[in-house]
């Protein structure tokens, strides 16, 4: 009687609604198409068009990156490890519900640069837990280890890595941050890069990714994925399946603890492989503003706040990627928003039409986007 008065409250608080649906773990309930505003019709030709641009050749990722990048790169290497990519699978929900899916929604891929929007997650709940008192703090107000200590790198705050526009200075697990994409046709014009202050110049940059990973982990003082899986996976119903790595040689020692910390992408290898399901329930959490099962899971205000555009990049928030003036998704409301990782792995947040996609290897997003939400009734 207690927990079903506690749910008339939020119900009535405005916490959750009471037509929303929270998937059971290992479960996740269909409705048709109709009767989630689609027409089956349409829907159906859009899943067929999205799988025929399916991109799951070659299968060997390790070899993909390094013919990606050694030689473009200096002193390119894989770091971590990978997974072969197989065939593509997606989900599209409404109302909470499946109304598609393809595939073997089930297996763990590598999500590459997704990863970033997990990772940002956890800066949340850092200042929600006072972790962390502003995002505006400058990190080396926390980390005091010699990596925010230069002149340039003194002034760069959460928010300046979050919004991948710290253009921090300087080498992380032996890779140069001016190495990683660089700029300039050579060596020499690559390692005297120009500089920008922090806040002021957007860089999309791996390094600087796994700088606010080593950051983050400073801060709580134990493995990213372990916090990730008691404060979100598990209270979301998620599987035990997912798996978030960091490099051979990104080992450090806290309170006398050997810890990893993790990549945020998997530029060099590494980063998070998990299934499309898991993904998707990642996504309706957002999609229900941080709240599962009337428990707020996410800093209240949190899914606001990871749009927080750039001044320097305005369809970048917090490692989340916006539709500002509708540019990436025309088709979609500029109010979408979405994380997106090399080789077509993307999770997709549309709270004005109450819809969420999750696509595993498919290049062609704004395309698959236009041709689902054509199919809306």
């Known amino acids: 009687m207690r927990i079903v008065l506690l749910l008339v409250g939020l119900i009535q608080a405005g916490v959750v609604s009471a037509e929303d649906y929270f998937p059971a773990r290992h479960q996740w309930a269909s409705k048709p198409a109709a009767e989630l505003g689609f027409s089956a019709r349409q829907l159906d030709q859009a899943v067929i068009a999205i799988q025929a641009k399916a991109v799951t050749e070659p299968q060997d990722i390790h ?3 390094t013919d990606r990048y050694v030689g473009v790169e200096p002193g390119y290497r894989i770091l971590g490890p990978t997974a072969p990519r197989e065939a593509s699978s997606g989900m599209i929900i409404r109302h909470g519900y499946i109304a598609a899916q393809w595939g073997d929604i089930n297996r763990v891929d590598m999500t590459f640069s997704a990863v970033k929007s997990y990772l940002s997650t956890l800066a949340g709940l850092a200042q929600a837990d006072g972790l962390l008192v502003s995002l505006d703090d400058r990190v080396g107000q926390y980390v005091r280890d010699g990596k925010f200590d230069s002149q340039h790198n003194q002034s760069i705050s959460w928010k300046h890595l979050l919004q ?13 941050d001016w190495a990683d994409r660089p700029v ?8 005297n890069r120009q500089l920008y202050a922090p806040g002021t110049h957007f860089k999309y940059n791996d390094v600087r990714v796994n700088l ?4 983050l982990l400073q801060v709580w003082r134990q493995p990213l994925p372990v916090v990730l899986r008691k404060r979100v996976m598990d209270p979301i119903g998620a599987s035990s399946t997912w798996r978030w790595h960091g490099y051979d040689n990104s080992w450090v020692d806290l309170d006398g603890q050997r810890m990893q910390s993790v990549s945020g992408g998997g530029h060099f290898g590494g980063g998070l492989f998990i299934s499309t399901a898991d993904h998707a329930r990642y996504g309706l959490l957002f999609l229900r503003d941080g709240v599962w099962q009337g428990q707020q899971i996410l800093p ?8 927080t555009a750039s001044q320097a990049k305005p369809d970048y928030g917090y490692m989340w990627w916006l539709n500002t003036d509708r540019k990436a998704i025309p088709a979609a409301p500029e109010s979408a928003y979405f994380a997106a990782g090399f080789g077509g792995n993307y999770v997709y947040i549309d709270e004005e039409n109450d819809l969420l996609v999750v696509l595993r290897w498919i290049p062609e997003f704004a395309e698959a986007m236009e041709q689902i939400l054509s199919a809306m009734l």
């Open 164 to 176: 991948q526009t710290s253009d921090w200075q300087g080498s992380l697990w032996g890779t140069a």
């Open 184 to 191: 300039g046709d050579t060596l020499e014009q690559q390692q």
């Open 212 to 215: 606010l990973a080593y950051s």
């Open 63 to 65: 070899q993909l990156l």
């Open 300 to 307: 209240r205000g949190w899914t606001d706040a990871v749009r």
